[in-house]
């Protein structure tokens, strides 16, 4: 009687964790592209693109995902995951880089919406090192600088919209800026070193901006910032905060800073050319391999997560449904609408789009040019060559993953968006 009761039991549990697994899988059902409004016969130019693409060596392979009503219409891999030529998977997990961003920007608005503060605080309310802001003059050739004092504080907002005035050190468009985060310590985007958001941030706090905040657009560590502060608030490391909050919500199962053992070899190399050839990109002001090698400390804000495309889809699904998904609540509908409205003003005028709390946003003229998708479509992308977009209008994402550095050429980032708001069909 014993032995069939324990029997009766194993077969509920492999039951129910087979229902577990299918219903993890299947959070964004894959149909045929008709039955979402979509065209198969104009989805499979994206596969022409990509074929192309990897004849003429723009990439070495690149993993094509688009989802329309909250299902996936195509999700395709091509080519190859690293130097030595073994297959891509439509699996394999990506280096997202600055797709971090509205991930973190996302964690701020659900703390906000606890009443944790206001937008319009000024940072140092919370972080002091912040407090006295100063605006860079020059940099004499001595390695020091002049300044002169800012004329209003950085707040939360600033940093969301990337016009605190902060740079971006290694990758910064101002080279004299290159030099003083250098001299000054600052861990740009990814580190294997043992260091934490809190030491690097405290040191930036105290280095000059590039213009008074809220008076220009500089792309910044303005998230790195923000990662910090979640931890401020929140009382958790931000692996922590965006575990329980945001990825466990949204069954994002495959998104980390740091890839657990058993999922490391999922991770796709980062490639670049060399005499025509493949190689896997080497080591330069960081280890490519950090997320998966090192003390694994440094939960970057702006840019340290890795992810596969369903998971993002599942998180720019959460968006296109005002806040909902997998039976959860991540953000109220007013406050998705809030974060995709203009935030910065006429700062973009005539650019095509306006910035929000945590995407660009293509405006009406944008979406009059064409190419773009409709007027309120979000977008970004990141560092390793990843773009991804969403059209609130046409219930649309489409996401493209490649990883690559220092290659010219690449024409599928607007290739594959085109093709794919040209395929719908209803």
């Known amino acids: 009687m014993k032995k069939s009761f324990s029997l009766r039991w194993l077969c ?50 690149m993993v094509a995902l688009v989802a329309r009503n909250g299902k996936l219409v195509y999700h395709k891999a091509f080519g190859a995951a690293n130097a030595q030529g073994e297959a891509l998977d439509s699996n394999s997990i990506f280096r997202i880089a600055s797709q971090t961003k509205a991930i973190t920007s996302t ?32 940099l004499l050739p001595d390695g020091s600088y002049t300044t002169h004092p800012a004329v209003r504080p950085i707040t939360i907002r600033h940093l969301l919209t990337h016009t605190s005035g902060i740079g971006y050190g290694q990758i910064d468009g101002d080279p004299r800026f290159k030099k ?49 502060f979640i931890e401020i608030i929140s009382g958790k490391p931000l692996d922590e905060f965006f575990r329980t909050e945001i990825f466990e919500p949204l069954a994002m199962h495959n998104t980390y800073f740091y890839l657990p053992k058993e999922k490391q ?58 806040g909902t998904f997998n039976g959860n609540r991540i953000l109220s509908r007013t406050t998705v609408d809030f974060i995709l409205s203009n935030q910065i003003g006429e700062i973009w005028k005539g650019n ?5 709390l945590a995407f660009s946003v293509v405006d ?38 490649k990883q690559t550095q220092k290659v010219g050429g690449d024409e599928t980032g607007w290739k594959f968006r085109n093709i794919v708001l040209s395929a719908i069909a209803d």
């Open 364 to 401: 009406d003229l944008g979406a009059a040019k064409g190419g773009k998708g409709s007027a309120g479509t979000f977008e970004w992308g990141g560092y390793f060559n990843t773009q991804y977009f969403a059209d609130p209008e046409e219930q649309l994402i489409g996401i493209i993953m």
């Open 12 to 61: 509920i549990c492999a039951i129910l964790v087979h229902i577990q697994f299918f219903a993890q899988e299947n959070l964004l059902p894959k149909v045929q592209p008709e039955a979402a409004g979509m065209s198969s016969s104009r989805l499979a130019y994206l596969d022409t693109m990509a074929l192309e693409a990897l004849a003429e060596k723009q990439v070495p392979g």
């Open 180 to 228: 003083i985060y250098d001299a000054a310590g600052v861990t740009d985007l990814f580190t294997t070193e043992k260091i934490t958001i809190e030491e690097s941030v405290k040191k930036l706090a105290k280095l000059p901006l590039h213009h008074n905040p809220g008076d220009n657009f500089t792309y910044s560590e303005g998230l790195d910032v923000l990662g910090y």
């Open 352 to 356: 095509g789009s306006h910035h929000g």
């Open 107 to 138: 964690a701020v608005m659900i703390l906000w919406e606890r009443g944790k503060f206001q937008l319009d605080d000024p940072i140092s309310k919370y972080i002091p090192e912040f407090k006295d802001a100063q605006v860079l003059d020059s």
């Open 265 to 322: 070899d999922l991770l796709v190399a980062v490639q670049t050319k060399k005499d025509g050839r493949w190689i896997d990109f080497p080591t330069t002001f960081y280890d490519p391999d950090y997320p998966k090698k090192g003390k694994m400390t440094f939960f970057s804000g702006g840019a340290g997560l890795s992810s596969m495309p369903v998971d993002y889809a599942q998180f720019l699904q959460m968006y296109l449904n005002k």
